[in-house]
């Protein structure tokens, strides 16, 4: 039942900040990649996240 309340609050925000015709965050593609990315200091930071839209969310579940 919890997962079902921070799906909606988690849905909400990016209705509110990152939702046009598609998804700002990931292009609809559901994920993220940061591959490659540096801090300033040249620390590797980035990875592959899901995106806390729709379809990022449908994806952590299976699992993709």
């Not at 209705?15 to 998804?23: G, I, K, R, S, V």
């Not at 292009?27 to 620390?43: E, M, Q, R, V």
Request: negative net charge; charged residues 25%.
């Amino acid at each position: 039942m919890e997962d079902i309340v921070v799906e909606e609050v988690i849905t909400k925000y990016w209705l509110e900040h990152y939702a046009t015709e598609h998804c700002t965050l990931c292009g609809n593609h559901g994920k993220i990649d940061t591959t490659g990315l540096k801090t300033p200091a040249g620390h590797e930071v980035g990875r592959v996240n899901y995106c806390i839209c729709p379809n990022g969310q449908a994806l952590r579940k299976v699992g993709k």
